[in-house]
């Protein structure tokens, strides 16, 4: 956790002082970038799941690890459970 603080630290003072982020300032502070970005990623999809019909197998309300390869793989299952999901009201639309 100190390691993503600091990276937290360090990504936003970046952006405070040169108001701009490259793929390096990125990469350097991936610890909290990848938390970052998965959590966006998880608020997204439930927005999703409230508005299609489910049952869902991946709860993105729901992640039982919090381990980065845990979080990257529920993540990807949810969302092409959602994919899938989408394409099927498609077509039963058509």
């Given at each position: 956790m100190d390691e993503v603080v600091r990276h937290?630290?360090?990504?936003?003072?970046?952006?405070?002082?040169?108001?701009?982020?490259?793929?390096?300032?990125?990469r350097n502070a991936n610890e909290w970038t990848f938390l970052y970005y998965v959590n966006n990623a998880y608020y997204r999809m439930e927005l999703i799941q409230t508005a299609l019909p489910g049952p869902w197998t991946?709860?993105?309300?729901?992640?039982?690890?919090?381990?980065?390869?845990?979080l990257w793989d529920h993540a990807h299952n949810a969302l092409k459970e959602m994919v899938e999901k989408f394409g099927k009201l498609l077509d039963s639309a058509a």
């Open positions: 937290a630290e360090d990504f936003l003072y970046k952006i405070i002082t040169d108001n701009t982020i490259s793929y390096p300032n990125d991946h709860d993105a309300k729901k992640v039982a690890n919090n381990r980065p390869t845990v």
